[in-house]
């Protein structure tokens, strides 16, 4: 039985599986870099061991260095977190090799889900639906754009290693096709060190539809249905939602099957979770299967009353899952919107300095994932997120209104935040209604939109004070 875990990550995901830790009666080992030092998830730790400097190449990324620690302080497991080393294949690989257990799937999971191309490879034989594609490889840019013109523009560049939008190029004509490419390969040298890419036809307005699946050691897999993730800024989801607001009962049962094909095509043991693209006829694709917790977890924790960092401790402690795909049911509807230190009206430039004022709401349905506390300082070396926000209701439309009055009491000062850019998302009437895809920041958003609406109720705002300002000087002067 596991009674020791380390968290090899830092922020609001450490201190967050450390909150499921302790209410489990597992005690939790921080590791932390000298930035972090005065962070949450160290404080909250039952032991904490600073690792290194704050590049995460010289802390967060060291897996020998963690493992040793872990070892020294008689931990049990290791939980990675997201990001940092949660996919490397190597470590998940050492973890074992040293006798610990590695919370998420086996190495070998993470190797072939962790390549596009041997992905698309292991989950041939299931029969599950494909965006139309290259099969292999390709480095050689005249071959490529003949590919290209046989599928027909426009098409997608991708790095097989490629994650977060890196090595990615959309190619319109042609005439375009080989300097894009030459892009795409240089950026997927410079960011994985592999330039290996492939081409796919490009899905021109869909929606980005992902099924978290749970796998425990006994072959039994089930999905815990849908997250729509479509609200995206550079290929990076900014607000996540679930149950999608489009899906029907038939659709969502086909995908979350085609999901546990998807698991079962690499043995898959833990939660993960199948991304598919969606297109204008409801026609799904396989897209990837990210071999972690994902960020946007919570939402799916709402609509289905399960913890799911428990559900991978339990896994890891070889105990079956403690229920079926029938036991399994919707209830009710949830937001999550990313807090990015990042001035959405500069764009998105990260935004660091000291939190002068922090204040996140609280209240029934709402719930604040973070890892920062007032007065401390946004390091500009990792990820600028501060927070998830998360809303729920026993619909979409009462965890959207939710969703804005937490928006509206969530008090930050000293760094610039993404909040009034998740409020213009939630105030849009394309996503009030529903009828939205992955193109919505391209297609709505500007800074000068933002700048407007912003203006507009500052005006507003001043016109009202004014308004109060009237009415109590006019009682002032009433003769008593």
């Given at each position: 039985m596991i009674k020791k875990i380390l968290v090899a990550n830092r922020g609001e995901i450490a201190l967050r599986i450390m909150k499921t830790a302790h209410k489990m009666g597992i005690k939790t080992v921080a590791v932390f870099s000298v930035a972090d030092r005065n962070a949450p998830h160290v404080k909250f730790a039952d032991q904490a061991v600073c690792i290194g400097p704050p590049p995460s190449n010289e802390s967060y990324l060291l897996g020998d260095k963690i493992i040793k620690i872990a070892k020294d302080l008689a931990v049990d497991a290791i939980h990675p977190g997201y990001g940092f080393l949660s996919e490397n294949a190597n470590f998940a690989e050492k973890v074992?090799?040293?006798?610990?257990?590695?919370?998420?799937?086996?190495?070998?999971?993470?190797?072939?889900?962790?390549?596009?191309?041997?992905?698309?490879?292991?989950?041939?034989?299931?029969?599950?639906?494909?965006v139309p594609g290259t099969d292999e490889a390709i480095t050689d840019v005249k071959e490529a754009k003949e590919i290209a013109k046989n599928i027909g523009f426009p098409i997608l560049i991708k790095a097989?290693?490629?994650?977060?939008?890196?090595?990615?190029?959309?190619?319109?004509?042609?005439?375009?096709?080989?300097?894009?490419?030459?892009?795409?390969?240089?950026?997927?040298?410079?960011?994985?060190?592999?330039?290996?890419?492939?081409?796919e036809k490009f899905v021109t307005s869909p929606r980005h539809i992902e099924i978290q699946v749970?796998?425990?050691n006994f072959?039994?897999?089930?999905?815990?249905?849908?997250?729509?993730?479509?609200?995206?800024?550079?290929?990076?989801?900014?607000?996540?939602?679930?149950?999608?607001?489009?899906?029907?009962?038939?659709?969502?049962?086909?995908?979350g099957q085609a999901a546990i094909k998807v698991a079962k095509a690499c043995n898959y043991v833990g939660a993960g979770t199948v991304e598919f693209l969606l297109d204008d006829d409801h026609n799904f694709y396989f897209l990837e299967m990210n071999t972690?917790?994902?960020?946007e977890h919570p939402v799916t924790e709402l609509i289905t009353g399960l913890d799911l960092v428990e559900q991978q401790i339990n896994v890891a402690n070889n105990q079956k899952?403690?229920?079926?795909?029938?036991?399994?049911?919707?209830?009710?509807?949830?937001?999550?919107?990313?807090?990015?230190a990042e001035d959405p009206l500069n764009n998105f430039m990260p935004s660091v300095g000291k939190l002068e004022v922090y204040r996140p709401p609280s209240g029934k349905n709402?719930?604040?994932?973070?890892?920062?506390?007032?007065?401390?300082?946004?390091?500009?070396?990792?990820d600028p997120m501060l927070s998830k926000l998360i809303t729920y209701g026993k619909t979409r439309s009462e965890a959207m209104q939710l969703?804005?009055?937490?928006?509206?009491?969530?008090?930050?000062?000293?760094?610039?935040?993404?909040?009034s850019f998740g409020k213009f998302v939630f105030e849009h009437d394309a996503f009030r209604s529903g009828n939205f895809d992955t193109n919505f920041v391209k297609t709505y958003y500007s800074e000068e939109k933002l700048r407007a609406v912003n203006e507009e109720e500052a005006k507003i705002a001043a016109l009202f004070a004014l308004q109060q300002y009237l009415k109590d000087s006019e009682k002032l002067r009433l003769p008593k």
């Open positions: 074992e090799q040293n006798n610990l257990i590695f919370i998420g799937p086996k190495s070998h999971a993470i190797r072939v889900m962790g390549s596009k191309l041997a992905a698309k490879d292991a989950v041939k034989a299931y029969d599950i639906p494909m097989s290693a490629g994650g977060g939008g890196k090595g990615m190029r959309i190619v319109e004509t042609d005439s375009e096709f080989e300097e894009q490419m030459n892009r795409a390969i240089s950026e997927a040298e410079n960011a994985f060190g592999d330039g290996s890419v492939f081409i749970l796998a425990d072959g039994n897999t089930v999905h815990l249905f849908e997250r729509d993730c479509s609200i995206q800024r550079r290929h990076q989801k900014v607000v996540e939602e679930a149950p999608s607001a489009i899906l029907s009962p038939q659709l969502r049962e086909k995908m972690r917790l994902q960020v899952l403690a229920f079926t795909q029938g036991d399994l049911k919707i209830s009710g509807h949830a937001f999550e919107v990313r807090v990015y709402i719930r604040v994932d973070d890892g920062f506390a007032e007065g401390m300082q946004v390091p500009i070396q990792y969703m804005l009055k937490a928006i509206s009491e969530y008090e930050v000062e000293g760094v610039n935040t993404t909040l």
